[in-house]
């Protein structure tokens, strides 16, 4: 009986003890690491800060040379100029916003409509030469697009689809089923095949089982793998830039880079509808960024 | 309500043959054991009677039907995973619905059905836990509970107390033996444990590289065993063989011991053969002419029986002896063996000799 409180006794300080000795190590190191960091962040950061900055100043602040960093007027005349027409009515460069949300929302759904069941019959079936046709899906992500935007833009013209929405989705989701399969592979594969086969036991057919089973635990895989193809999709601008002409059909990308060139710049507006560009994309990684981190959760099988 | 009848079974993987022409019958009723070491095909054998496993060859029969073809859903059996696979998302309730829910039953015959299962397993302040909530064993009555919550043709058991600890895992034998005593059906139950295979089965199969190696009662595969490595597998601690072979009435040991030669035994002189001894026939007091001289080597105290080792020549014996026995290493003894109950095989084949006057 003693033995037991002297050891509860002495566990509780012994326990406090330890982190605090290692958090104090930590500090140690930490001042080099936060001196480093801090270098780093502001290297990468300064543009971003620099484009916010030039999105909110008035356009002489925008000029001014010394550079303003802190003293300036605010003003959100820039962000009213991205959507509204200075004529009143809808800016080109908010139907260009609009474009993107469509085609990348689209080749987005699409990729992971396509792409989630592939994985999944790439991960739980034998199929010939499996590590080859994977080999191959993922090859056709080896090449840069500027290689094929060329073949790809005369085949489109054939097809009628330059200059078309459609086009560009077709062509994003292209892009995005390889990386689907192969990122949901993964996830796949994580999920043991036994739920299935407990479920077709249990007497459901084996498309139940994945849609009842398995698919609910992939959702965490999936919701990473559509922002990634998002992400893509929305950013894209080679096949954008060579496959669009009109204002109506072109995406947010080269409707910003169509803003810079001919006499004068109007940086402001360049700056706002990048910052408008980059929000929604953040946005939605915060949104899911605990199913970016949290993978897959495992159940109850063990191994 | 079902019988299992599995002919020819054949399935490689790779270059691995996992399934070598299995051939089984199990009967209505019946607790059948399939044993064997890992990577002798049990588990297929399991999943190919499950639907799980597409066959090269080979054809499943169940209550008479031909259902090689058929989904797992359509075959009408229930499983338990070594695993357990519990879905983790659902609740031990909802796991143990699922089978019901799947076949669309009504939510109240659901809710007698689990209940009746959960207090037979004694699980029911489990129903509400989430699998990531329960013990291993905890887990394992709840799969058992799934499986057994409905009425199917055939329980298929692919080694379910292998993930336990030893104390539950034998906790858990004396409960499938009432649970398939109160409950009755067909049980098709995998395990590389030759201790279940022998307290639980009405029927054992001893399964090896994918063929089969004997079936029969526990007793008949204990007693008789088909073959020497059914011998071997079968049995702890395992059976000592001895390479000797036949000359007029005596058995003589390529060691150069004599024995008299086994009554019941036909082999012709000169053939070599491998002399079976189990550590019980065996006996480190010396009566009788039929004994062996030999060395101790070594002693395994095993609390309610001491395992002597006694090497005789290069070759070693086990031999079971009081737990006081004591000796020391390099001490000459001589061990008295019981040749009614001595085994035969062929040093060739490995098969066992007819015990026909046995």
Known sequence: ???????????????????????????????????????????????????????????????????????????????????????????????????????AGVSTALATVLGVPAAWAYSR??????????????????????????????????????DNKLGLILIYTAFNVPFTIWMMKGFVDEVPAEYEDAAMLDGYTRLQAFWKFTLPLLLPGIAATAVFALIFSWNEFVFAIFLTSSDSVRTAPPAIAGLIGGTTVDW????????VFALPVLVFAYLVRKHLVAGVTLGAVRR | MGTVAVHGLRKSFGKVQALDGVTLDVPDGSFFVVLGPSGAGKTTTLRAIAGLEKLDAGSVHLDGRDATGDTPAARDLAMVFQSYALYPRRTAYENIASPLRARRCSSSEIAAAVEQMSSLLHIERLLQRR???????????????????????????????TNLDLKLRVEMRTELTRIHRSLGGTFVYVTNDQVEALSMADQVAVLKEGKVQQVGTPTEVYERPANQWVAGFVGSPSISLLACHAEGDRLVGAEGWTLPRPRWTTAENGRPLLLGLRAEDLSVEQRGDASLPGELYGLEPLGDRTVVDVQVGTEM??????????????????????????????????????????
Do not use: C
């Open chain 2, 317 to 358: 014996l086990k031999v079971k002896a009081r737990p006081t026995f004591t000796g020391t290493p390099g001490e000459r003894l001589h061990v008295t063996v019981d040749l009614d109950r001595a085994h035969l095989f062929d040093a060739g084949t490995g098969l066992a000799l007819s015990e026909t006057g046995r």
């Open chain 1, 268 to 275: 402001g507006l360049v700056a706002a509808a990048s910052v």
């Open chain 1, 1 to 103: 009986m003693a033995v037991s409180v002297n050891e509860a006794v002495s566990t509780g300080p012994g326990r406090d003890h330890t982190p605090s000795t290692r958090r104090r190590g930590g500090r140690g190191r930490s001042v080099l690491e936060v001196a480093l960091l801090t270098v780093l962040a502001v290297v990468m950061l300064f543009p971003v800060l620099w484009m916010i900055e030039t999105s909110i100043k008035e356009n002489r602040d925008v000029y001014a040379i010394p550079a303003k960093f802190f003293d300036f007027k605010v003003t959100l005349d820039h962000f009213k100029d991205v959507f509204a027409a200075s004529g009143g009515g809808r800016s080109a460069l908010s139907v260009s916003f609009l474009n993107s949300v469509v085609v």
């Open chain 2, 131 to 161: 699998p990531a909530q329960m013990s291993g064993g905890e887990m394992q009555r709840v799969a058992l509970a799934r499986a057994l919550v409905r009425r199917p043709r055939a329980f298929l058991m692919d080694e379910p107390l």
């Open chain 1, 125 to 162: 079936f034998s199929v010939k030469a499996k590590k080859d046709q994977l080999f191959f899906i993922l090859s056709t992500r080896f090449m840069p697009p500027v290689v094929v935007v060329i073949p790809i833009f005369l085949m489109y013209r054939q097809l009628g689809l330059i």
